[in-house]
């Protein structure tokens, strides 16, 4: 069965960091892009970042590009997105997900907000 | 960027009825880049469609997707209890993958 489990949420200020983690099983991790696709409360889906099997591509969505970095380390079968320089509307519940072009399978979402 | 604008925002029907749902891009999606996704509140998305109109594992075949272009439509053929929710669609022919705002279907 394949499961992703999502963690690392939590409040943060302005400006502050955070590093969200995604365990990945019942399934060969190194043989599929990455994303992590986010939603902000009461609000749609917005894809945030994708990463190639081996981590040597990567895209980003505009509004995080250069804030934030998505890696791997497929003998761990983790996903992670480090988030720098988080504002309010960074405020979201964050959703890893299995698939750079649609998403078959998702991670449960971890709550990330950014408030003083 | 491609922009989806899904249409109706809510659609109130009964169980048993058919549910029609629209999807309308900025621009061709090439190659019927698309899939459909339904969320229920409190829940992860659950894939429903990929490449305009094939369902992905386990989905029942009241569950149809079509279109090509810049038109696409999610139809539910007979509403069952469990398919009140949100869909949403989502392009990914081109960077940055891009979703629609979402159709709630609800209960009449």
């Known amino acids: 069965e394949v499961q992703l489990v999502d963690s690392g949420g939590g409040l943060v200020q302005p400006g502050g960091s955070l590093r969200l983690s995604c365990a990945a099983s019942?399934?060969?991790?190194?043989?599929?892009?990455m994303s992590w696709v986010r939603q902000a409360p009461g609000k749609g889906l917005e894809w945030v970042a994708n990463?190639?099997?081996?981590?040597?591509?990567?895209s980003y969505v505009d509004s995080v590009r250069g804030r934030f970095t998505i890696s791997r380390d497929n003998a761990k079968n983790s996903l992670y997105l480090q988030m720098n320089s988080l504002r309010a509307e960074d405020t979201a519940v964050y959703y890893c997900a299995r698939g750079g072009y649609w998403f078959e399978y998702w991670g449960q979402g971890t709550l990330v907000t950014v408030s003083s | 960027e491609i922009v989806l604008t899904q249409s109706p925002g809510t659609l109130s029907l009964s169980p048993g009825e058919r549910a029609t749902l629209s999807c309308r891009a900025s621009?061709?999606?090439?190659?019927?880049?698309l899939a459909w996704y339904q969320q229920k509140p409190g829940q992860a998305p659950r894939f429903l469609i990929y490449g305009a109109s094939t369902r992905a594992t386990d989905i029942p075949d009241r569950f149809s997707g079509s279109g090509s272009g810049t038109d696409f439509t999610l139809t539910i053929s007979r509403l069952e209890p469990e398919d009140f929710a949100v869909y949403y669609c989502q392009q990914y022919g081109s960077s940055p993958r891009t979703f629609g705002q979402g159709t709630k279907v609800e209960i009449k």
């Open positions: 621009q061709s999606v090439s190659s019927r880049y």
């Open positions: 019942g399934f060969t991790f190194s043989s599929y892009w």
């Open positions: 990463i190639k099997q081996d981590g040597s591509e990567t």
